[in-house]
Each structure stands twice: as C-alpha cells, then as structure tokens.
C-alpha cells in the first residue's frame, strides 16, 4: 500500500519533521497536528517549500480529546480520509512515583495515552470502511522495562503499547495494521537513533507491514545503551532486561 495521506500527531522536530518529510517524500500528503501553533506553521512553511505536494495543518493539544478529533476531522476534509495516523505525542518529564501528584498522573496520561485513542477512534472508522489503513503508536523501552525517574511516562508508553496490541488484534482482520514503534534511545541526527532512520521505519509499516511479526517494532541498534534511562546504574540490582535483549535480537 502506497500511503495517500499521514496524518501526524506530535508534529515537532526531530522524529515528528523526520516523518513529514519521508512521508512527502514517499508522495503522500502529510497533515501536522501539534500544540505549539507558532512552530507548527514555520514547520509546515518549509515543508511546502522544499515538497509539491499538499501539507496542511491544525493546532490542537493531544491531550484534549474533542479538540484533537476536531483537528482530523478538519484536516480530513480538507486533504481527504487518512490511510495512515502517527501518534507521535508524549509529555517527556521526570519524576519519582511518591512524588508524582494523582493530578499530573492523569493530566499527562491523557497525552501519552489517551489522546492515541481519540486519535484512532477518529480514522479508523474510514480505513475500515476502505478495506487499508495504517495506525502507528511511538513506543519506547520504557514500556519494555520502566525506571522510576519516568513513571508517568512509563505508564502511558505500556498503556499505549497494550493499546496498540489490543487494536491490533481488532482492526488486522478488516485490512487496518496497526504497530507500536518502541524507540530504545534518545533521538539525535547523526546516532544511532538517527530520526531519518527511525522515520524509514514508520513508512515500512505503512507500505508493506508483515503481519503479527510487525505489529511492534523494536528499534534497538548494536552498540547502542539498553539502559539509557537509567545511565549511572542505579537501578541494576531490581532491572531485568526486556526479552529482546535476552534473545540477543
């Protein structure tokens, strides 16, 4: 499947710019949702300037359901149905779990979790109806084995990664994939977690996913650092490794 239009949710730089751009590139049109209105239409601006291809865009926090399924709705009118959703959004901030207020807890998980459902929720009904579709969650080790320094985090990236299986399982069989990318690093131009690099792998799975195999892909490259969220070790004695490191993939 040759995607038609990417909507992406958590439009900024790095992986989110990185996406628009393999995306146009692919000859899709691409659709930018993300809070910060200013840095969003600079974004889109060059976008359009380097490709001759259609980028619209929506300013809307993901966090805020209505407000997000407003913004698809609109872009979908505008560039067509969707054939593919990222979910790219994620409120990235420490904090210990005894010191974590119930409030924030729930504020942030609406974010990193329960914005991707609305967001789903908002196509998926279309990429059903057409027998193709694409719906993309990013992950991150942390679903794979969480560090107190992130638990609000770690919650919503298991959250989204149970998500992720659950639609899998609902939407594989009416022609929709489904996938969670877990991203194990930081990501930086030039690393091993280059966002060109990583970006290549969202379009795989919107092109030609493999099936059960590709319904979670775990991006952890040789050389890189398991534990980079926990780089001084502190944690060593009461951490088990994620079973893909176990099997040496």
Not at 63 to 81: C, F, H, M, R, Y
Not at 188 to 198: E, H, M, S, T
Not at 237 to 245: G, K, N
Request: glycine share 10%; aromatic share 6%.
């Amino acid at each position: 499947m040759t995607p038609r239009h990417a909507v992406i949710v958590g439009a900024g730089p790095g992986l989110g710019e990185a996406l628009a751009r393999r995306f146009l590139s692919g000859g899709a049109k691409v659709s930018l949702i993300a809070r910060a209105e200013d840095r969003l239409a600079t974004m889109a601006t060059e976008l359009r300037s380097d490709y001759q291809r259609r980028v619209a865009w929506r300013a809307a926090d993901a966090g805020q359901p209505d407000a997000l399924t407003a913004a698809i709705a609109e872009l979908s009118a505008e560039q067509g149905a969707p054939d593919v959703l990222i979910y790219n959004a994620a409120v990235l901030r420490s904090q210990m779990p005894l010191e974590l207020a119930p409030e924030t807890l729930l504020a942030e998980t609406r974010v990193n979790l329960v914005g991707a459902l609305a967001a789903a929720q908002a196509v998926a009904p279309a990429m059903v109806a057409a027998g193709r579709g694409t719906i993309l969650f990013t992950g991150g080790g942390l679903a794979l084995e969480p560090y107190p320094e992130w638990t609000s985090l770690a919650i919503g990236k298991a959250g989204l990664r149970s998500l992720s299986f659950s639609l899998y399982k609902d939407l594989s069989p009416k022609g929709v994939h489904v996938a969670v990318i877990a991203v194990c690093g930081l990501v930086g131009p030039g690393g091993l977690f280059d966002p060109d690099d990583i970006a290549e792998e969202y379009w795989h799975l919107s092109v030609a996913p493999e099936g059960l195999a590709d319904r979670e892909r775990i991006i952890q490259p040789a050389g890189s650092d398991p534990f980079y969220n926990d780089p001084e070790r502190r944690h060593r004695e009461t951490t088990v490794p994620p079973m893909h490191l176990k099997e040496g993939t």
